[in-house]
């Protein structure tokens, strides 16, 4: 069950518990709580069963835009990611920021940036994975982070992306200390990336916090950086 959905079946049964507390006192029948609760987890199991925990993603993210500044870290976050990508020759098909516009696109998840991942898919099926390419991607996966770091000071998202890093690893059945010495050197390098196009990165930021179209971003970024044919290895 997603970490969400679990989040959310914490707070309500927490808040329903409260209810128990103080019902008598407004006089609320003692089996409206516990219906509460059983209609809540039955929800969220079926949410996580059937939708793939898409309602929990957007009553959770519903609540989160009613902060400005978590938008702005979720910008922030997603530019690192959608620059980097850029520079790293990885196309970038659409992006979203927020679980709502990802569910009218029809994208699973909380929103975030897309790429078209049809070369890595297939080099995976070979059975050998070139450490360009492997360093590419891991590099984009932990842009996001690196990008809050950058702006922030610290990193509250990328959960999602260092699983994506952890399933790939698994995949290539690689050693866990090499894998995260691996996720550290890519976000130093998505770091160094982002502060050497300083420009580009505040420009495509102000970009996407207007919603501007993903080819039109694309244009921006041509106008402020040429694509690198790689990174340096490990």
Not at 28 to 53: K, T
Not at 68 to 85: K, N, P, T, V, W
Not at 109 to 129: M, N, R
Not at 188 to 216: F, G, I
Request: glycine share 8%.
């Amino acid at each position: 069950m997603g970490q969400l959905t679990l989040n959310l079946i914490a707070i309500s049964i927490f808040t329903v518990t409260m209810g128990m507390l103080v019902g008598p006192l407004v006089q609320i029948p003692q089996a409206v709580p516990v219906v509460a609760i059983a209609l809540l987890a039955g929800i969220a199991v079926l949410d996580q069963a059937s939708f793939n925990g898409t309602i929990g993603n957007l009553l959770i993210n519903g609540l989160n835009r009613l902060s400005g500044d978590e938008r702005e870290r979720i910008i922030h976050h997603e530019a690192g990611h959608f620059l980097i990508a850029y520079l790293l020759n990885i196309p970038v098909t659409d992006y979203t920021l927020s679980a709502w516009d990802a569910w009218k696109k029809g994208l699973p998840g909380l929103g975030g940036v897309q790429f078209d991942t049809s070369d890595l898919e297939a080099t995976l099926k070979t059975g050998q994975l070139p450490a360009q390419t492997l360093n590419r991607y891991c590099t984009v996966w932990m842009a996001g982070i690196a990008a809050e770091q950058l702006v922030y000071g610290q990193a509250q998202g990328g959960q999602d992306d260092r699983q994506k890093f952890s399933i790939l690893w698994q995949q290539l059945q690689r050693p866990i200390p090499e894998g995260q010495m691996r996720q550290r050197w890519a976000a130093l390098q998505a770091k160094t990336l982002l502060e050497k196009h300083q420009d580009a990165y505040t420009a495509l930021v102000a970009a996407m916090s207007a919603d501007t179209p993903v080819n039109d971003c694309l244009t921006l970024l041509q106008r402020h950086a040429e694509p690198t044919a790689s990174t340096a290895e490990v």
